[in-house]
C-alpha cells in the first residue's frame, strides 16, 4: 500500500489496520503483563497506606482535601502515602483500557480476552469508588476488607487474561482426570476461605490504616488460629495435586508447583508475623502473596482443560 493510499483511508479503517489482529502481538503481550504487575503493585501500595496509618491521610475523595487535588505539605508523609496510592490507581485504569483497545480487533475470534480485559477495566474503576467510600466511611474495615478482597480477584482475572492468551480458543475439553479436577476445585474453596478469614483476622488486628478507625469487634487471636487451619488444609491438598501432576505429567504441573512454593513462603512469612507482634513489613508481603497464591491457583486452574480436537 502506497503513502497516499493509506492517507486516503478513513480514520476508523487506519486506527483498525494499527490494532493487533492477533493475540500473539507483542503489544498485548507487554501491557497485559504490565497491567498485572500493577494490579499486584497497588495491592502493596494499598498495605503501605494502611499499614503506616495512612489510611485518612487525604481525608476527602476524590480529592485529596477539600481544597486540593493533590497533598499538601500540611499532610506530610501520610498524605503522600494515601495520594501515592490514589495516583497509582490512575495508571492501573490507564493499563487495562490499553488493554481493551488492543484486543478490540479481534473480540469477536477471541471474545475470552475481550471479556477478561472488560472486567478489569470495569473492577478498576469499581474499586476507585470503593476505595472513595472507604475514605468517608472512615476506613470501616469490612469495606477495607471488601476492597481488598475485590482487589485479589482483580489480579486473578488478569492473571487468567495472561495464561488464556497463550492457549488456543475455541470448546475445551478436560485435559487432567475428573477427580483430579474435582479437587482442585476444592483447593480453590480452601484459598478462598483462607483468605477470607485472613482479611476477618486483619480487621480485627492493629492495622487499621489509622489510630481513629474502628475495628472489626471479632477476637484477633482467636482468628488468627481459625485462619491457619484452612491455610493448611490449603497447602495440604496442594501438595497433593502438585505431586500427582509432576509424577502423571499432568498439564497443570508446573503451575502446580509454583503455587506451592508461594504457599509455604506464606506459610513462613504468617508464623514470623504471628510470633513477633504482627511487625508492618511482614504484614504487607503476606498480602501480597495473598494475591499472587491466587493468580497461581488461576494459572494452574486454566491448565485443567484443553482445545477440544
Same mark, same amino acid.
Given at each position: ?7 486516503? /483511508? ?9 490494532? *493487533? ?12 503483563? @504490565? ?59 490507564? /493499563? +487495562? ?55 485479589? @480477584?482483580? &489480579? ?11 492457549? +488456543?480458543?475455541? #470448546? ?24 477470607? &478469614? ?19 469487634? =471479632?477476637?484477633?487471636? $482467636?482468628?488468627?488460629?481459625? !485462619?491457619?487451619? #484452612?491455610?493448611?488444609?490449603? =497447602?495440604?491438598?496442594? %501438595? &497433593? ?10 498439564? #497443570? +504441573?508446573?503451575?502446580?508447583?509454583? /503455587? %506451592? ?17 504482627? #511487625? ?5 508481603? !503476606?498480602?501480597? $502473596? ?16 484443553? *482445545?477440544?480436537?
Amino acid at each position: 500500500m502506497t503513502l497516499g493510499t493509506s492517507s486516503a /483511508l478513513p480514520l476508523s479503517a487506519r486506527i483498525r489496520g494499527w490494532l *493487533p489482529s492477533s493475540a500473539d502481538d507483542a503489544r498485548i503481550r507487554v501491557l497485559a503483563w @504490565a497491567s498485572f504487575v500493577a494490579e499486584v503493585l497497588i495491592i502493596g501500595t494499598g498495605g503501605a497506606v494502611r499499614l503506616t496509618g495512612s489510611g485518612l491521610g487525604c481525608p476527602t475523595w476524590p480529592t485529596c482535601t477539600a481544597d486540593s487535588l493533590v497533598s499538601t505539605p500540611e499532610m506530610g508523609i501520610h498524605g503522600i502515602i494515601e495520594f501515592g496510592n490514589r495516583t497509582l490507581t490512575g495508571l492501573v485504569g490507564i /493499563l +487495562a483500557l490499553a488493554v481493551v483497545v488492543l484486543v478490540w480487533r479481534i473480540r469477536r475470534e477471541r471474545r475470552d480476552l475481550f471479556v477478561l480485559a472488560l472486567v478489569v477495566l470495569g473492577g478498576v474503576v469499581a474499586q476507585a469508588i470503593v476505595g472513595g467510600i472507604t475514605v468517608l466511611t472512615g476506613l470501616n474495615p469490612f469495606i477495607v476488607g471488601f476492597h481488598y478482597v475485590a482487589s485479589v @480477584a482483580l &489480579v486473578a482475572v488478569a492473571a487468567t487474561f495472561l495464561a488464556r492468551r497463550t492457549q +488456543a480458543p475455541g #470448546p475445551r475439553e478436560l485435559a487432567v482426570p475428573r477427580w483430579y479436577a474435582i479437587l482442585t476445585r476444592l483447593t480453590g474453596l480452601a484459598l478462598v476461605v483462607t483468605i477470607f &478469614v485472613g482479611v476477618l483476622t486483619t480487621g480485627a488486628g492493629p492495622h487499621s490504616g489509622d489510630s481513629e478507625a474502628g475495628r472489626n469487634g =471479632f477476637d484477633a487471636e $482467636l482468628l488468627s488460629h481459625l !485462619h491457619s487451619w #484452612p491455610g493448611y488444609i490449603l =497447602f495440604a491438598l496442594t %501438595l &497433593v495435586l502438585a505431586v500427582v501432576a509432576w509424577r502423571a505429567k499432568l498439564a #497443570p +504441573a508446573g503451575w502446580m508447583l509454583a /503455587l %506451592l512454593a508461594i504457599e509455604l513462603v506464606q506459610i513462613m512469612v504468617g508464623l514470623y508475623q504471628a510470633r513477633n507482634g504482627l #511487625p508492618e513489613l511482614a504484614v504487607g508481603v !503476606h498480602m501480597v $502473596l495473598a494475591a499472587l497464591t491466587a493468580a497461581a491457583f488461576t494459572v494452574a486452574s486454566t491448565r485443567l482443560r484443553r *482445545p477440544r480436537g
